[in-house]
């Protein structure tokens, strides 16, 4: 099967059957930015609501540059990996002081911006200036192994430095075939994206509806269920968390986590790792530096952080005199003030319970 056969019906098929997605009514490349990374790790219903509030509120480059980082991450709170939306805030200084605030058209500078990956630039270049540069991300994989017939492990160096050197070809393909003066390469790009995501996905795909059924290698094979072949999964790990909220006058004492790490600078209740057999009582008194201890159970939030599954057990304690908390890097605030704080998304469904 010549692979180059797919380009034109793949186009076809996304002219009928693209969705509606507010950032594909636009090729400001600022835009398709914004959306590229909201989309990583996330799906495309959940970032629609997030990308229309943060294109009011920071609608081009400038107002991005020129952004306070805690209302930047209280805008992302609830979408996860923030060092995402902090490297966004880093290019786009980067943009205004390098580029006099223009985004770069040249995937060499759109590469150089912090947080922008080989996937990422490639998208912007094509979407936005209709460049044939590749895309590989996760469906652009699972077609490209389905349709040519890849039994390889999908992460391998092999297969995916020949999934980019498919991709490349495919897309100035594309282009060549552009005699009506189209957007070929975006839109040969998004509907790779758009076939893995709607038809070609990750189980029972709807090979019946696939306009590329004819030339699929796997599905001639009868081995769509077991491309691409993946890597054996990561052993998760589970780890449990007793925390506090802590009440005082009605005050709530709530801390910030350190500048690095995970969920850098968000807030949350004091809490800490313990292990199977710790009692909370004894872990507020170790850490909290209270006499008497009565605790109220408030809930249990169960979520997961890459390859760990974490059970965070939350218990209230209402103090009759002011806890000396100094060594915790926190403040006391009214329960009100909460809701305007960006909190970790377990630290969030802590504060529904608790006002709820
Ligand atoms: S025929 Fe099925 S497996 Fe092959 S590309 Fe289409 S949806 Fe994917």
Redesign the pocket.
Known sequence: MRVRSIVIPLLKWFSENSRDLPWRKTTDPYAIWVSEIMLQQTQVKTVIPYWERWMKRFPNITSLANSNEDELIKLWEGLGYYSRVRNMRKAAKDIVEVYGGKFPCDLKHVLSLPGVGRYTGGAICSIAYNQPEPIVDGNVVR?LT??IGIEESSKSKSVVDRLWSVAADLVKHSMSLNKSKQRNASSFNQAMMELGAL??TPRN???AN?P??GR?I??KKNK?EIIPVMPKRVRLTKRRFFGFVVCWRNKIFIQRRPRLGVNAGFWEFPNWEVDTTAEAAHVAKANLSLGQVDLDPLCIINHSITRYRNRLEMFVIESTEKPSLAKLNGQWISESKLEGLPLTSAHRKVVNKLIS
């Open positions: 077609v389905r349709l038809v070609c795909p709807l090979c696939c590329l059924k699929c796997a599905r769509v």
